[in-house]
């Protein structure tokens, strides 16, 4: 039978812990999210964000602009809040427009304050083996999802699929940095199917129904981070979870598995930037 990797419950858990522990704070952190335009689904993501820091405790503020804002004015008010000592923690929801260049947004957010783990000086931290202020969200949330059923990574064969700078790179430093032995798959990646039948823990980040139990190892650990909605409007993962609970030992769920973690790992990531810093 497989276990299910319920992010659900951890996600409860861990927010009731930052909450009691925030009831203690006489100074609260604050979260400041930009959001650019109106994509239906990242305004989805910052009203969640927003509605979790507040239950806990964290004060949240969303600054929206339209989608022809100049880049140089969202460098000013990067700037703004960069100086604003109020502020513990900055976000800037992805994607941005085009005509803004995200590599001169993100160069911009002080690393004391950047909460997604997404800056270069965060970056080249994790990548040189040192420790970044925090670590990027949703490999995080993946991890400690991970730890939380005990899963041993050290010595053990992990692939990923997906190699954005979002999930799949970062995840593959931090596994190593847990003495996994790492494969990155991509779209230009040759035989897939014979690299994943050799992993021990399957981690796909993709957005796109790809992994099918055929493919995988009998007894394997799958972390599902893909979800999109399909021809009827369901949601979906990349695994198709029928086949592959058959032969995996623990898998988790779209949604329910990596998605709540994501915005816990948010929401510790603020409150870790507030007790360094502050």
């Given at each position: 039978?497989?276990?299910?990797?319920?992010?659900?419950?951890?996600?409860?858990k861990i927010?009731?812990?930052?909450?009691?522990?925030?009831?203690?704070?006489?100074?609260?952190?604050?979260l400041v999210?930009?959001?650019?335009?109106?994509?239906?689904?990242?305004?989805?993501?910052?009203?969640?964000?927003?509605?979790?820091?507040?239950?806990?405790?964290?004060?949240?503020?969303?600054?929206?602009?339209?989608?022809?804002?100049?880049?140089?004015?969202?460098?000013?008010?990067?700037?703004?809040?960069?100086?604003?000592?109020?502020?513990?923690?900055?976000?800037?929801?992805?994607?941005?427009?085009?005509?803004?260049?995200?590599?001169?947004?993100?160069?911009?957010?002080?690393?004391?304050?950047?909460?997604?783990?997404?800056?270069?000086?965060?970056?080249?931290?994790?990548?040189?083996?040192?420790?970044?202020?925090?670590?990027?969200?949703?490999?995080?949330?993946?991890?400690?999802?991970?730890?939380?059923?005990?899963?041993?990574?050290?010595?053990?064969?992990?692939?990923?699929?997906?190699?954005?700078?979002?999930?799949?790179?970062?995840?593959?430093?931090?596994?190593?940095?847990?003495?996994?032995?790492?494969?990155?798959?991509?779209?230009?990646?040759?035989?897939?199917?014979?690299?994943?039948?050799?992993?021990?823990?399957?981690?796909?980040?993709?957005?796109?129904?790809?992994?099918?139990?055929?493919?995988?190892?009998?007894?394997?650990?799958?972390?599902d981070v893909?979800?999109?909605?399909?021809?009827?409007?369901?949601?979906?993962?990349?695994?198709?979870?029928?086949?592959?609970?058959?032969?995996?030992?623990?898998?988790?769920?779209?949604?329910?598995?990596?998605?709540?973690?994501?915005?816990?790992?948010?929401?510790?990531?603020?409150?870790?930037?507030?007790?360094?810093?502050?």
């Amino acid at each position: 039978m497989v276990t299910i990797l319920d992010g659900k419950k951890l996600r409860e858990k861990i927010l009731e812990d930052l909450k009691q522990k925030l009831d203690k704070f006489q100074v609260k952190p604050t979260l400041v999210v930009i959001l650019v335009g109106e994509n239906p689904a990242s305004k989805i993501y910052v009203n969640n964000k927003k509605k979790t820091a507040e239950k806990i405790g964290i004060n949240s503020q969303v600054i929206n602009y339209p989608s022809n804002v100049t880049e140089e004015e969202l460098l000013n008010k990067i700037d703004e809040l960069n100086n604003d000592k109020s502020v513990s923690a900055i976000l800037v929801q992805l994607p941005l427009p085009k005509h803004i260049s995200k590599e001169n947004i993100m160069n911009a957010i002080c690393p004391r304050k950047d909460v997604d783990g997404f800056t270069p000086y965060n970056f080249g931290k994790l990548f040189s083996g040192e420790t970044p202020t925090v670590y990027p969200c949703t490999p995080k949330g993946i991890l400690l999802l991970l730890d939380e059923y005990g899963i041993e990574l050290e010595g053990r064969h992990a692939v990923i699929i997906g190699r954005s700078n979002i999930v799949g790179r970062p995840l593959s430093q931090m596994l190593l940095d847990r003495n996994a032995t790492v494969t990155v798959c991509h779209s230009k990646t040759k035989n897939l199917t014979e690299i994943t039948k050799t992993a021990d823990i399957l981690i796909s980040a993709v957005g796109k129904n790809i992994i099918e139990g055929k493919m995988l190892k009998p007894g394997c650990v799958v972390a599902d981070v893909g979800i999109f909605k399909d021809d009827n409007g369901k949601t979906r993962g990349d695994v198709d979870f029928e086949s592959v609970s058959q032969i995996a030992s623990y898998l988790s769920p779209v949604p329910g598995g990596i998605g709540p973690m994501t915005i816990t790992s948010l929401m510790l990531n603020t409150v870790e930037l507030f007790e360094k810093f502050s």
